[in-house]
């Protein structure tokens, strides 16, 4: 990057606050998607860390001004490569912007600086006597403004949804520098067209959140961890559309096949309660009552047994829940080093089943198994292209396609939770018409004429 350049950042956020060492900067260059996507000319790159929702505002207006790329960064734990730069870009940080503005409990609304990482959110609930946030991706180290840029799911979304129902405003820095706030504590809002709603889940094209106002929750606290297991993954996926389909809602219902869920513990030093079985169902509930709780947990038990569940046990205490929870959430850091892609494929919850067979007929047609977790209840499978001897299979792009293919099949999508980013735009075709992409790009130019915010992701 031109000296020039570096030293008019190092005169909007303080000398201290500007990385150009390339051996510096490595940390800021990746996200989780290494083995598919490395980052592009990295020496050209400078990492900036405003201290303020103006300084952002300042950096953005002088990279419009000189033409440069900026490409926001949260917690770097985004799983579709959406912040690696691919130019020479500004990589702007917002880790310093890691304030709680105000907890309204009147409104049970938070108010956070986009650099808060979800570790510090639930830090700050945890200490609250009746309010929690319930979306929870797997890596606390996500931040809220990246949670809010890539609309993230997790486990709690059977009940709760995705993060894009608990966000009521947002303050945002457009990619031409203007500082703007969207929404408000507001409940119902119907005036004009819905940009808050543009922003979430754009991914660091249209705009940088600084601030964000979250709805919170009152606690229930009569907790407990369900783990049902099976021998079949179909019989698996049949009594989770049972459960729903009577009425019951638990916090999350997570599947994991056995052989994942020990490699998982055994990674992080845990024993798996399981032993009978071959893939397990995880149930989260949390009730009004301790008698709701039993009810629950026995009506899950029974309605699994219909389609052949052979063991189940209940976590009572919170170090046992904690430790399933912990074991599920290390499911793909188990694997990493030898993923080549963890997909994302999501259809409607009553195609599961179906899904679940096309992928494994898939993976033996290429002589291959693809671990497989997933959110089931929300029609989310996770599984993951591993590498061969460290590299990518000469079959990755065919294998990919086809249960892409597969999951469009039931009118799903390639991403349910991860991310367009850059490593699934170029599968946008299989989803979208020509015309719903032009919008789309047509959206993009809008927000951004200069198209200087995170190029290479979503349609740019
Ligand atoms: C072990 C593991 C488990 C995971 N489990 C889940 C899961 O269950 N559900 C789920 O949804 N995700 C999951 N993820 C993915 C990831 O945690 C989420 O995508 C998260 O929302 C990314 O947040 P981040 O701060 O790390 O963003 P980053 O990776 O830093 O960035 C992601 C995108 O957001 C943009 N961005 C970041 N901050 C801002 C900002 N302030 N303003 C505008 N754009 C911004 C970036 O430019 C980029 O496009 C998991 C990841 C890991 C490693």
Same mark, same amino acid.
């Given at each position: ?95 310093? *912007? ?6 309204? %409990?009147?409104? !049970?609304? +938070?108010?956070?600086? /986009?650099?808060?990482? &979800? ?75 819905? *940009? ?6 754009? %991914?660091?094209? !249209?705009? +940088?959140?600084?601030? /964000?106002?979250?709805? &919170? ?75 709701? *709780? ?167």
């Amino acid at each position: 990057m031109k000296e020039e350049i570096i030293s008019n950042l190092k005169n909007i956020v303080g000398k201290d606050f500007v990385i150009s060492d390339l051996s510096q900067m490595q940390s800021y260059l990746y996200d989780e998607t290494e083995t598919l996507l490395r980052p592009k000319a990295c020496e050209d790159c400078v990492v900036v860390k405003p201290g303020s929702s103006e300084e952002v505002s300042k950096i953005v207006k002088y990279a419009n001004k000189v033409l440069i790329p900026v490409v926001p960064r949260g917690g770097g734990t985004g799983l579709c490569g959406a912040t690696i730069p691919l130019k020479p870009s500004i990589m702007l940080s917002l880790e310093r *912007l890691d304030k709680i503005v105000e907890l309204d %409990e009147e409104n !049970l609304m +938070i108010t956070v600086e /986009a650099g808060v990482t &979800l570790a510090g959110l639930l830090e700050r609930l945890n200490k609250h006597e009746k309010l929690f946030f319930p979306i929870h991706p797997g890596d606390e180290g996500a931040q809220i403004g990246g949670m809010v840029a890539e609309n993230a799911g997790g486990v709690n979304a059977v009940r709760h949804g995705i993060m894009r129902n608990h966000i009521k405003a947002l303050e945002v820095v457009l990619p031409t520098g203007e500082l703007v706030s969207l929404g408000n504590k507001l409940l119902k809002n119907n005036m004009g067209y819905d *940009l808050l709603n543009m922003i979430i889940g754009s %991914e660091g094209t !249209l705009g +940088i959140v600084t601030k /964000a106002t979250l709805r &919170l929750y009152t606690k229930t606290s009569n907790a407990g961890t369900l783990v049902v297991s099976f021998d079949g993954r179909k019989d698996a996926s049949l009594a989770v559309s049972k459960i729903l389909q009577e009425g019951i809602t638990p916090l999350a219902v997570e599947y994991m096949e056995r052989f994942v869920a020990l490699e998982s513990a055994k990674h992080i030093g845990k024993v798996w309660p399981a032993t009978k079985g071959s893939v397990d169902l995880i149930f989260i509930l949390n009730e009004a009552t301790e008698d709701d *709780l039993y009810a629950r947990s026995e009506k899950i038990v029974e309605l699994c047994e219909q389609y052949n569940a052979i063991d189940s046990l209940i976590a009572e205490t919170t170090k046992d829940q904690r430790n399933i929870l912990e074991i599920r959430s290390n499911a793909y850091t188990a694997f990493k080093e030898n993923v080549a892609d963890a997909l994302d494929i999501a259809v409607p919850p009553a195609s599961v089943p179906s899904l679940i067979d096309d992928l494994i007929k898939i993976a033996d047609k290429y002589h291959t198994v693809t671990p497989s977790v997933g959110h089931i209840a929300d029609g989310n499978v996770h599984n993951f292209i591993m590498l061969e001897n460290g590299k990518l299979p000469v079959c990755f792009e065919d294998i990919k396609e086809e249960m892409y293919k597969a999951a469009m099949k039931y009118g799903g999508t390639v991403t349910a939770e991860h991310g367009t980013g850059k490593t699934r735009k170029k599968h946008m075709s299989l989803q979208y018409s020509e015309r719903e992409i032009e919008i789309m790009k047509g959206i993009k130019k809008i927000f951004d004429p200069n198209m200087i915010l995170n190029p290479g992701t979503i349609v740019n």
